[in-house]
């Protein structure tokens, strides 16, 4: 059961990394790894953070169980994407309005100038997050409906339009490029909206807003929101974890030397690719599953599901991990090293890199675990977790950014995660998560732990290397 999903959103999120790399490839060729890529990249940071926190990760994990509970559905599902919508477009006016001081907060370390010229692309790139918020609520809906093609495939669709407005700007300056690709980002926001109303269309779920509407005008607010709202608060610090590690690694790196934030943004961009294939990609998949299973009581099953969704991840995000460590350099090289990215910006792009996928197993594994909390509406629980999670990688990145430089910030997130995935199964359960194993394959767990102790040994001895 849980296949055919994880293939769809995987697949999906394949076709759309493959353009992503591509979009990357330009950039790095055509920007390079300078201040006008870090403005960039600070300016998407923002809209990007409450993307996943906010609109995506959050918000899903909310509204799916309280809309399975919510006798009128319709009218439930009106009221949050009013409530929502109007409060991001609020919101991004006000950005707007005050985009120095929110572009000063993302990037300390910029000086008055660069803050000035950042504060215009951080105004624009802000309104991609009302358009994210709107796919993210119909991808809500649809997967309800055990429809995942249109969102998993969609998400190409930013690529594609930042992917033409480089090549169309190629030849220009490079604050004029940045221009094009910032507006950009707003088009291929736009775009996938216009492909999940298509879907919902298709899917008959247009008629939801329509019946909500008409409810809106004659009862008070659903009683199922306020118990979303109180969820979907919790969910917000329970997602934050990784987001907000990226956007403190952002804010860190902006004191260091040019290029640093390109540096961690390219290798990022490469550990994200196994963890959305897998991690995400079969998060997203079961999600839907377990909380119908555990509304109807079915406990057995949805651990089933559990349980073999824990060891498809153990053994592909392994293999990622270990090989993305070995090949880390050649892996960049040939993704990036080209034009204005030099052989320079390879070297310190992979040791990034190889910080970050020592924490692809534990980052992997805790999204399958903590949706049980989610589908439980123990959201609470979660958010406790992820502070923990978070506040270990404050005082590690500011512990290690001193003598490893922006390595010891990727180093410092991958340690945070082997946290959040100890507190994670410990909410969950350890005699749980034991019986999940089985004595049979706990040897093959075992050997996996080994494995991912080595290389913890042996990234002593690569930091030695790399300084």
Not at 48 to 53: W, Y
């Amino acid at each position: 059961m849980f296949l055919r999903s994880f293939f769809t959103n995987s697949i999906g999120i394949l076709v759309s990394r493959i353009f992503g790399f591509i979009r990357d490839l330009l950039m790095a060729s055509i920007l390079g790894a300078n201040i006008y890529s870090d403005i960039f990249f600070v300016a998407f940071k923002l809209p990007n953070l409450f993307r996943r926190i906010f609109a995506e990760g959050a918000f899903t994990q909310s509204f799916i169980p309280n809309f399975a509970k919510a006798k009128r559905k319709s009218f439930f599902a009106y009221n949050i994407f009013i409530h929502f919508f109007l409060f991001l477009l609020l919101f991004s006016l006000i950005v707007t309005v005050f985009s120095g001081f929110f572009t000063k907060v993302i990037a300390i370390g910029f000086d008055d100038q660069e803050v000035k010229l950042a504060s215009t692309f951080v105004a624009i790139n802000f309104y991609y997050l009302p358009l994210i918020f709107c796919v993210s609520f119909f991808a809500a809906l649809l997967q309800y409906k055990n429809h995942f093609a249109t969102t998993a495939f969609s998400t190409a669709l930013l690529n594609i339009s930042i992917i033409t407005a480089l090549l169309i700007t190629k030849d220009l300056n490079k604050i004029e490029i940045v221009y094009a690709i910032s507006y950009a980002v707003l088009a291929g926001g736009l775009l996938q909206v216009f492909a999940h109303i298509i879907a919902l269309k298709q899917k008959r779920l247009i008629r939801i807003f329509i019946v909500g509407y008409r409810f809106s005008k004659r009862k008070k607010e659903p009683k199922q929101s306020s118990i979303f709202y109180n969820s979907f608060y919790h969910a917000i610090v329970g997602n934050s974890t990784a987001q907000l590690s990226a956007f403190l690694d952002t804010w860190l790196a902006s004191f260091l030397a040019s290029g640093s934030i390109s540096y961690l943004y390219y290798g990022n961009r490469v550990f994200q690719l196994p963890l959305a294939l897998f991690a995400i990609a079969l998060s997203v998949g079961i999600f839907p599953k377990i909380a119908k299973m555990l509304k109807i009581g079915d406990e057995k099953r949805a651990r089933e599901l559990l349980k073999n969704s824990f060891w498809f991840l153990t053994f592909t995000l392994s293999v990622f991990m270990l090989g993305g460590i070995i090949l880390s350099q050649e892996i960049i090289k040939i993704l990036f090293q080209r034009g204005s990215f030099d052989a320079i910006n390879t070297i310190f792009t992979s040791r990034v890199l190889t910080m970050y996928l020592i924490g692809l197993l534990p980052f992997g594994l805790s999204k399958i675990f903590s949706l049980w909390l989610y589908s439980k509406n123990q959201q609470r629980v979660a958010a406790k977790i992820s502070l923990y999670s978070l506040v270990s990688n404050v005082i590690l990145s500011l512990v290690l950014i001193k003598p490893l430089g922006v390595v010891g910030l990727a180093l410092a997130s991958s340690i945070s995660g082997f946290i959040l995935f100890i507190f994670t199964i410990k909410a969950f359960g350890v005699k749980e998560f034991l019986d999940i194993i089985s004595f049979k394959k706990i040897l093959l767990l075992f050997i996996v732990i080994l494995l991912e102790i080595t290389i913890l040994l042996l990234s002593k001895e690569i930091i030695d290397v790399y300084i």
